[in-house]
């Protein structure tokens, strides 16, 4: 019962004004991103498992579609598939968070991370930027797929990097949209239900497997608004060796990275409703 | 009765003030017009039957959820309108187990230690004189899904006081516990107070709990705080030999009125008992 430990101090951490705001802020968003790195370091079979459905697309989905003609404007069909299974990958992987959030809410663990004092929107950066962790990790696989398959995939440095932003914003988007459905719907049945009708369109309705212009005008118009096809654009720019964009990195990038300030917003504001 | 009576009277603004405070699921009153105050360095007890507003109350008081209506001060602050200055004055032990199953012991403690922005200098020592304190420096490196309910338990008062709260909130934290544990968590939280001046705020369903630990109880029934006082007061204010079984059993027994003896009183718990 005897203790090493000064007497009373709550004079120091009761006055955060002491502590510089934005290191204060970094360090809550840390908090959250790096529990959620060593629960996959104590138990990584879950990147593996999530392995498993790029290489199904890639190797039974993209070996028969590459005998269809014309769908590829003339490239070869495996190479324009496999940016697209990349950024599915990043899309399955970040969805699981919505449902994540709900089952740390009925755990309790919710709970603690929201008497915190940490600002919401922390909580939910911390979050995505775990999921970034998951969705790089998820790209070395989908990279050594797609060099396996003969896939002429560009190790450029600036591409590798370019790539890594992409994935990192992207899943952090998805991730987002994710705990911001799991906010609406609290539970895991209807969180099941309704991950699954989102996941699908969000999938297909983008330039993922087939081209946009293949696409009949209402899906067009839909495609365009997806975020995933700004992403798969991205993609298909820097992971192959003289990939091409359609709207222009910059854009790419503008349009991520907006679509994910917005939803960060709005799920800060809707976190606490998990508990509430 | 070991803990002191210097706690009693009431004397300056209460560290916990609720004026009128309720909450309302759709049709049911979880809680109904609480007025409450709770001294510095006080242990307060609530008890009160399942949905009796228990559970409720805290998570208002730890702004998890905003009230319906009324108005309540933690630490000085307003629940609603300061939720985060109130965050950084209190700890919270939820009813669920809230510990990270999937993590270790000591990563659960580094995560609250970052969340309540301790000083990166001090965070090894808190987390290390937590886990002395709680006895848990050998399990610190195992994952807390081996853990047995008491240590988990253990481990969510370590994770609660690691920022050295003004108050602690604990929502039947010894349920489950064996008699040792539970023994083990009353010596805990009277450290505390003893050490840190923390002021608790605990529930329990054991009568011998809140008679032991506590300084004062408020008894809940159906939302609405019905009695308040030391246990000697209610217990004094029921007949001779009373026990707190008895005070529990008037206070929430319908059908007992004021001119029934206590021992018949005793007769109607054990059939409400029955019947919950
Ligand atoms: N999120 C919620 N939605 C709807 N009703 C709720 C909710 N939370 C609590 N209630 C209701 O409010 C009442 C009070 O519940 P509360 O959990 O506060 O009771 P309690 O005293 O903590 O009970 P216990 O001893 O079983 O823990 C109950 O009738 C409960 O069903
Ligand atoms: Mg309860």
Same mark, same amino acid.
């Given at each position: 019962m005897t203790s090493d430990r000064p007497a009373p101090a709550h004079a120091p951490i009761h006055e955060p004004a002491i502590v510089a705001p934005i290191a204060g802020y970094i360090t809550q968003v840390y908090a959250v991103a790096d529990a959620e790195i060593q629960k996959l370091r104590h138990d990584p079979s879950e990147l593996l498992t999530r392995a498993l459905q790029p290489a199904i697309w890639l190797l039974l989905f993209g070996q028969v579609m590459a005998q269809v003609r014309g769908i590829a404007d003339g490239g070869r069909y495996l190479d324009f598939l496999a940016p697209g299974i990349l950024a599915q990958s990043v899309l399955f992987a970040a969805i699981f968070y919505g449902i994540a959030a709900i089952w740390e809410r009925d755990l309790g663990v919710l709970h603690r991370y929201m008497v915190s004092p940490a600002p919401r929107s922390a909580l939910v950066l911390g979050k995505a930027g775990s999921s970034g962790v998951r969705g790089l990790s998820q790209a070395v696989i989908v990279y050594g797929l797609a060099v396996l398959m003969g896939i002429d995939v560009s190790f450029a440095p600036a591409h590798i990097a370019g790539v890594a932003l992409f994935i990192a914003i992207g899943s952090a988007l998805f991730s987002t949209f994710s705990l911001i459905i799991a906010c609406i719907v609290k539970t895991r049945e209807r969180f099941m239900g309704i991950g699954q009708v989102l996941t699908m369109p969000i999938f297909f309705a983008s330039?993922? =497997?087939?081209? =946009?212009?293949?696409?009949p005008g209402w899906l067009k118009a839909i495609s365009s608004a997806n975020p995933l096809t700004y992403e798969v654009d991205g993609l298909r720019t820097l992971m192959l060796t003289g990939g091409t964009t359609k709207y222009g990195l910059g854009f790419d990038y503008a349009v991520l990275i907006a679509v994910t300030a917005g939803l960060v917003a709005i799920a800060a504001r809707m976190y606490p409703r998990l508990t509430g | 009765m070991a803990v002191s009576d210097t706690c009693r009277e009431p004397k300056g603004p209460g560290i916990i003030e609720t004026r009128a405070l309720t909450r309302q699921f759709g049709e049911i009153l979880a809680v109904d017009g609480v007025s409450l105050e709770v001294q510095p360095h006080e242990i307060f007890g609530l008890i009160g039957p399942n949905g009796a507003g228990k559970s409720t109350l805290i998570k208002m008081l730890t702004t998890l959820l905003p009230p319906s209506s009324g108005a309540a001060r933690v630490a000085g602050y307003d629940v609603e309108r300061q939720p985060a200055k109130v965050r950084t004055h209190i700890g919270y032990v939820p009813q669920l187990l809230s510990a990270d199953g999937a993590l270790t012991a000591y990563e659960n403690l580094l995560v609250s230690a970052r969340l309540y922005l301790v000083p990166r200098s001090e965070r090894e020592a808190r987390i290390a004189s937590a886990l002395k304190l709680m006895g848990l420096e050998d399990a610190a490196s195992r994952l807390v899904d081996g853990f047995s309910g008491g240590m988990i338990r253990r481990l969510e008062i370590a994770q609660s006081m690691i920022h050295e709260p003004e108050i602690l909130f604990m929502d039947e934290p010894t349920v489950g516990l064996d008699p040792v544990a539970r023994h083990a968590v009353w010596g805990h939280v009277r450290r505390l107070r003893e050490r840190l001046g923390t002021t608790i705020l605990i529930t329990t369903h054991l009568m011998d709990e809140a008679d032991e630990l506590c300084d004062r109880i408020g008894v809940l029934h159906a939302g609405r705080l019905e009695e308040v006082g030391s246990p000697a007061e209610l217990k004094g204010r029921m007949g001779p030999d009373a026990t707190l079984e008895d005070v529990f059993a008037h206070v929430t027994g319908t059908e007992i009125t004021s001119g029934g003896s206590y021992r018949d009183v005793r007769q109607t718990r054990a059939s409400a008992r029955a019947h919950s």
């Open positions: 330039n993922a =497997i087939y081209p =946009i212009e293949l696409m | -």
